[in-house]
């Protein structure tokens, strides 16, 4: 979604990929493809072609269960390749302006009462000390004398794909449910959020350090169950136990049984407008109405402004 909204306003964009014939298929045909496998010297060369360099690799922390290999793989998808990026904008010449970096919210462990902000402490669950650590391999950049700008992402939700993807076609036939109690804080962000804040960091100099990417609406799961279950015209009384959501996932539960009442205090100060402010604006705008998520048509197919991008 970020490709094409940079493509379509004249950038250049290079893409670092893994799969070259995937990433062809499914990126705009001018974005330029770079093998991940290349050596240093050709991606520091690529880099110092670039103003900006954005890192959003990761590989998912659900919905697999965290054995100590997966542990490895998702600390390793994330640390490797911005220590990699790191490194190479070290020796490149000239150095881009900006490094935007990933992170989460989950950088902030479980904290389901009160609201966190930008300045909260670091949790101390797997998940929240893997965010400081790939923070910490992104800040090393600054010694560079570049700008980074960390973005602690909340559920990025789109009819695409994402948690609300996978969502769908449950509460299209009434089986949508909460997991738990329910009243774990959901933090969400649309995926077109998502794309105008990162298309506005690279640009505003008042970008800098972490950023919580996501929207000032104060959802709970089971808030979230509801407003969806609402729109599709279902009901939503069905509810995962907490132990089973433990016995499939064991320690990786802890992601959907928990949660941050995390609110974007940061853009807010800036005065970034976010276009889907709440879950119900964000679902008026991506399906004309009911029957378009009844049938899993979308509203906006053919409509560029209220595209992924």
């Known amino acids: 979604a970020l490709v094409r909204r940079l493509v379509e306003q004249g950038n250049r964009v290079t893409a670092l990929v893994r799969d070259s014939a995937r990433s062809r298929s499914s990126l705009p045909h001018a974005v330029q493809l770079l093998s991940f496998d290349c050596d240093q010297a050709r991606l520091a060369r690529q880099i110092a072609r670039t103003d900006t360099v954005i ?5 998912p922390i659900l919905p697999r269960r965290w054995t100590k290999s997966r542990k490895r793989e998702l ?7 911005t220590q990699r990026l790191v490194d190479a904008l070290r ?25 966190v902000d930008e300045t909260s402490p670091n949790g101390t669950d797997f998940a929240a000390v893997l965010c400081r650590r790939w923070e910490q391999a992104a800040l090393a950049a600054r010694e560079t004398g ?11 939700l789109h009819p695409s794909g994402g948690m609300l993807g996978r969502a769908l076609p ?11 109690a329910g009243n774990q804080p959901l933090p969400w962000i649309s995926l077109t959020d998502v794309s105008r804040v990162i298309d506005l960091a690279r640009r505003d100099q008042r970008f800098t350090g972490p950023f919580n990417l996501v929207s000032p609406e104060k959802l709970t799961q089971a808030q979230f169950c ?69 049938d899993g048509r979308t509203a906006n197919r053919g409509n560029k402004r209220n595209s992924p991008a």
């Open 75 to 81: 600390a390793d998808s994330r640390l490797a390749v």
């Open 226 to 294: 509801q407003c969806l279950a609402r729109h599709l015209g279902r009901a939503c009384r069905l509810r995962v136990p907490e132990f089973l959501a433990r016995l499939g996932l064991g320690e990786a539960a802890h992601v959907l049984l928990g949660g941050q009442r995390a609110v974007p205090a940061r853009l807010q100060q800036l005065g970034f407008a976010f276009q889907h402010a709440t879950l119900r604006q964000a679902l008026a705008e991506w399906y004309s109405d009911s029957q378009d998520l009844t």
């Open 146 to 156: 570049i700008r980074v700008v960390l973005l602690r992402l909340g559920v990025v």
């Open 55 to 59: 890192n959003l690799a990761g590989a």
């Open 170 to 180: 449950w509460f299209r036939h009434g089986l949508g449910a909460r997991i738990g």
């Open 91 to 115: 020796t490149a010449f000239p150095c881009p302006s900006c490094l935007i970096s990933a992170s989460a919210a989950g950088y902030y462990g479980t904290a389901p009462t009160g609201l």
